[in-house]
């Protein structure tokens, strides 16, 4: 009989403790080890002050060590995450209030009598609208004499991809694939322009660290003492530099789309009172994904229907509007995440499976994509079969939006490539489709051309 | 590369650096709250705040 309690892959670090499923249900265990921490943690009233903020993930606690592990001290029940991002998928606005959140739990601690030991992005998942702390064993008692234990890995893993997107391109959020653990400072140093040496905060934190660590990589450090002052004066430099980054401000391709496909005759309000029925005549559906969501003009009509929502799209400044516009507005039950579908963030990590794959994290009830099949389809050259099998693999239920060849926008990108698209019709879309999902609906666009589909996968 | 240093967490160095870092921010905070201070003096609302978290 295979065993019914099944270890987290990604949580191996750590030795306070570990997550784990059992029966569908994601557990936390805290080890015999941490238990003076943890007990700490909890009675200094830490725990508390975190999760009457919103800032830490709230848990139930069992008293009893479910796994029957020797080493077991406590089972912890966290809320459950709907779906979980990594920073790669993150916008540079969620990653900055991510590190800010992040600065916050250390300074907190510190007033506690506890310090972060961990200062990573993989620690901070998004709940109920906002980002939030999910780590409930990153807290230990505070030894005056050490410095940040997790300095260097917050230097890493936040200010180093902050940076390089502040002063590149938003599009650097993609490094953090490459290097996991945090983008190492060397690298950094040298990706960074040479202005950066005269800013002090980032000299101090990038450059001189840089520096300071390679030449003294393998010396034993001896005990430096390290007063709460000069803790909380380093926690001050990070949040003023990180203040003052900003999204760099081109405008993306797609970020002004909606200004133009509001004057077409109306066609989003039609779209809308297509889509908003259809809903309506589906109360089961309660998680979906807008793939191509651009600004989430759809997400959040899905979302006012107390949909759990990700809006998915690969253009990064439209993510970032979407997590201004969620923050502004205290919007509950939309996710904003970049996504790219010709390229799904792979699994990674140890054994491959460590972090999972966007595909493999993505099951929902409904899928919807919206005025993105031609870019899918010409733009991209993937076939409807290949397409309808990825839909058919996400959701049991499909929103589709056929774009015909004529459509002004399908000839706008086919002047800039060659017309091999012979099989792209309303006809073929339909037939390899069907392969996969039976049509429930299908409703014209107003005069636009366009026409919504609303499907059901086979052998539902 | 020094064969060595493949065997030496990269992260070694970094408490050394705090102690530097923290010296010149004791400094350089010094002067940034007595500017403050003065600035405070003749105007006030300072200090927003506009990361997710509550104030």
Known sequence: MSNPIKRNPSSYRDPSGYIFEKDGVLFRQVNKCFKEDFEFFIQSGLYDSLVNQELLLPHQTIEECITGDENGYLTLLPERINFISYAWEWSFDMLKDAALLTLRLAKESIQYGLSLKDATPHNIQWHNGKLIFIDTLSFEKYNEATPWIAYRQFCESFLAPLLLMHYNKQTLNQLHLAWPDGIPLSVTAKLLPTKTKYSLHTYLHIHLHAKISKKTAGKSEREVRFSKNKFLNLIQSLELLIRRLKTPTIPTQWSAYYDEAINRNGYLEQKKKIITNWLSLNPQIKSAADIGANQGVFSLLLSEKKINTLAADFDPSCINNLYQQIKKQTLQFIQPIIFDLSNPSPAIGVQNNERESFTERLKVDLVMVLAILHHLAIGKNIPFAQLASYFSTIAPLLIIEFIPKEDEKVKLILSQKKDIFSNYSQTAFEKEFSFFFRQIEKQEIGTSGRTLYFMKRNEE | ?55
Do not use: C, E, W
């Open chain 2, 1 to 55: 590369m020094l064969h060595h240093l493949l065997y030496i967490d990269p992260g070694s160095g970094s408490y050394l650096v705090q102690v530097l870092v923290a010296a010149v921010l004791g400094v350089a905070f010094f002067f940034r709250n007595i500017k403050n201070a003065v600035i405070a003096f003749f105007t006030r609302n300072r200090n927003k705040q506009d990361d997710n978290t509550k104030a």
